[in-house]
């Protein structure tokens, strides 16, 4: 299966050390690689069933089910334990 842009940018994120987990232990914070000096930060939630993202993208895509970069880069964090 082709990995998507999403997958590659996701990855390149966790290789980057752009994901960490909050203090209260049910939402991570994702940043963006910095341009300019200026660094953007989206969080996400994992609390289950439904996770959610505070990207634009993520909003307006309008279903829960959807993984924007930001949740996809949380889900390979877990899953490598990065």
């Known amino acids: 299966m ?3 842009n999403y997958e ?3 990855k ?3 290789a980057m ?3 960490g987990k909050e203090r209260d232990g049910e939402r991570w914070q994702v940043k ?3 341009l300019r ?3 953007r930060s989206f969080y996400v939630n ?3 069933p439904t996770s959610s993202c505070t990207c634009l993208e993520y909003e307006a895509a309008n279903d829960r089910e959807f993984f924007c970069e930001h949740k996809l880069a949380v889900r390979y964090f877990q899953e490598t334990g990065a």
Request: proline content about 10%; overall charge positive; glycine content about 10%.
């Open 2 to 4: 082709p990995t998507t």
């Open 37 to 39: 000096g200026h660094q």
């Open 8 to 10: 590659k940018r996701a």
């Open 17 to 19: 050390g752009l994901v």
């Open 46 to 48: 994992t609390i289950k």
């Open 32 to 34: 963006m690689p910095a």
């Open 12 to 14: 390149a994120m966790v």
